[in-house]
C-alpha cells in the first residue's frame, strides 16, 4: 500500500508541477535568489557599509580580448536555454507557449507603446530610487559595465540586455504565473510571490535594489494579467538595461560621486 500510494502522489498533476516550478527555478533565478541572499548577508556583516562596496556586472572575465568575449558570449548563450525550456514545458497541442505567454509579433505596435510607457513608469523612479539608495548608504555601487571598451563591447552590452529581459520576464511572469495559476493560486499572491522573488535576486545589490525591483515585478506582474502578454515586459526591461549598461559612463560622469565604485 505504501508503494502504491506514493505512485498515486507522484500521478497527481499538482504535485507534477511543483517539482517542475521547483526544478525550473532550482535551475534558472531561484538559484540566483539563494546566492544574492548569501551575498548580501555576507555585505552586511563586512567591516566596511554598504556604501563602500560594489557589484559589477557585465565584468570582463579575461585579460585577453577574444577569450573575454568568448566568455561573455556563452555566458549569455547558455543562460537563454533556461527560457528554452519553460517555453518548452508550456507548449501545448495546438497552441505554442509563444502564444500562450503573449511573446509574440502579433501586437507590434501596442506592445511597443506599452512597453515604452513602462519605461517611462519605471525609469526615472527606478534611477532616483538607486541615486537615494547611494546616497543614504543602503545600495552599494553598481558597475553595469566595463569603461575600457573593444569594438564588440556594445554589441555584447546589448545582448546582456536582452538575455536578463528573456530570462526575467519570461520565467518569472510568464512562465511562473501560468503554472502558479494552474496551482490554484489567487492572483495577488502569485504576484506579490514573484514580485518577492526578482527582489530578492537583485539582493546583492543592496536593499534599496531588493525593494525597487519587487515594485517593479508587482507592476510588471499586474500589466501582464491585464494585457496576457510579456512581449511589452521584455521590451522595457531590454530598453532599461540597454541605457543602465551602455549609458553608465555617462552616469558615472554626472553622478561621479554617487556612482564611483569603490576602490
Known sequence: MPDEARRVTLRDPHTALRWEVGIVLGLSLGASALYSIVSIIARLTDTRPLSEQSATLNGSQSSREWLDFTYQFLGIFFALFAVALVLYLLWLPGQSSFRRLGFDFTQPGRDLLRGFGLVLVIGIPGLGLYLAGRSLGFTVAVVPSPLDTFWWTVPILVLSALRSALVEELIVVGYLFTRLRELGWSTWTIIVSSALLRGSYH??????PFFGNAAMGVLFGWCYLRWGRTMPL???????????FVGYPLALAWWPGLLTPAA
Open 234 to 244: 521584455v521590451i522595457a526591461h531590454w530598453i532599461l538595461d540597454i541605457v543602465s
Open 203 to 208: 539582493l546583492y545589490q543592496g536593499i534599496g
